[in-house]
C-alpha cells in the first residue's frame, strides 16, 4: 500500500464525502494493518470521521468490509505483541554529563515496551474478544463433569400458583 501522506489542515467541507469503492478498500486495508481510523483520518484525501461512520450506517458491504477489517486488525496487533516483546532491550546507555557509558538495561524503554504490549492486547480483546479475550470457563471433566439435576414437584408449583391467585383474588375484593 502507498504511504499515506499527512493531510495540511483537514479537507475542506464536504471533500471526499462521497462514497467510493477505492476509498472503502483503502480505509479497511489501513485499518487491517493495524492504523487507528483516528490516525488515517488525518492523512491527505481521506474523509473526516462522520463520513466514515456514515458510510458504515448506509453501505452495507462496506460495513462488513469494516468489521472484518477491525477483526484482521486485532491479529495484526497480536503480531506486533510478538515482536515488541522479541525486541532486545537497549544495553548501552550513555550518561552526557560525565560521557561514560554503561552496559545495562534501560527501565524506560522496558516499561515503554510494556506499555505497549499491555495497550494492544487491551486493543486487540476489545476488537476479538473470543479470540483475544480474557475466559472463564466453567467445565467438568470426563471423570467429574458438570451435571444439573433439578427435581420439580409438579404439586408443589401448582399449589404455589393457586396461592398466588386466591392472594390476587383477596387483594382486588
Same mark, same amino acid.
Given at each position: 500500500?502507498?504511504?499515506?501522506?499527512?493531510?495540511?489542515?483537514?479537507?475542506?467541507?464536504? $471533500?471526499?464525502?462521497?462514497?467510493?469503492?477505492?476509498?472503502?478498500?483503502?480505509?479497511? @486495508? $489501513?485499518?487491517?494493518?493495524?492504523?487507528?481510523?483516528?490516525?488515517?483520518?488525518?492523512?491527505?484525501?481521506?474523509?473526516? %470521521?462522520?463520513?466514515?461512520?456514515?458510510?458504515?450506517?448506509?453501505?452495507?458491504?462496506?460495513?462488513?468490509?469494516?468489521?472484518? $477489517?477491525?477483526?484482521?486488525? $486485532?491479529?495484526?496487533?497480536?503480531?506486533?505483541?510478538?515482536?515488541?516483546?522479541?525486541?532486545?532491550?537497549?544495553?548501552? %546507555? @550513555?550518561?552526557?554529563?560525565?560521557?561514560?557509558?554503561?552496559?545495562?538495561?534501560?527501565?524506560?524503554?522496558?516499561?515503554?515496551?510494556?506499555?505497549?504490549?499491555?495497550?494492544?492486547?487491551?486493543?486487540?480483546?476489545?476488537?476479538?474478544?473470543?479470540?483475544?479475550?480474557?475466559? @472463564? @470457563?466453567?467445565?467438568?471433566?470426563?471423570?467429574?463433569? %458438570?451435571?444439573?439435576?433439578?427435581?420439580?414437584?409438579?404439586?408443589?408449583?401448582?399449589?404455589?400458583?393457586?396461592?398466588?391467585?386466591?392472594?390476587?383474588?383477596?387483594?382486588?375484593?
Amino acid at each position: 500500500m502507498a504511504e499515506l501522506q499527512k493531510n495540511k489542515g483537514g479537507s475542506p467541507k464536504g $471533500a471526499n464525502s462521497k462514497y467510493s469503492q477505492e476509498q472503502a478498500i483503502r480505509i479497511c @486495508t $489501513a485499518i487491517a494493518e493495524g492504523k487507528s481510523l483516528n490516525s488515517l483520518i488525518k492523512t491527505e484525501g481521506m474523509p473526516d %470521521i462522520s463520513t466514515v461512520y456514515r458510510w458504515i450506517a448506509e453501505h452495507q458491504s462496506f460495513r462488513e468490509m469494516y468489521t472484518k $477489517a477491525r477483526e484482521d486488525q $486485532a491479529d495484526t496487533l497480536a503480531d506486533e505483541i510478538l515482536s515488541i516483546s522479541d525486541e532486545e532491550p537497549q544495553q548501552t %546507555i @550513555t550518561n552526557e554529563e560525565s560521557g561514560t557509558v554503561t552496559e545495562r538495561l534501560d527501565p524506560a524503554g522496558i516499561n515503554r515496551n510494556r506499555l505497549r504490549v499491555d495497550a494492544r492486547k487491551w486493543v486487540a480483546a476489545k476488537l476479538r474478544p473470543r479470540k483475544y479475550g480474557d475466559r @472463564t @470457563t466453567i467445565a467438568g471433566d470426563d471423570e467429574n463433569p %458438570i451435571k444439573v439435576d433439578a427435581v420439580v414437584e409438579v404439586r408443589q408449583v401448582f399449589s404455589a400458583i393457586l396461592q398466588n391467585l386466591e392472594l390476587t383474588k383477596q387483594q382486588s375484593d
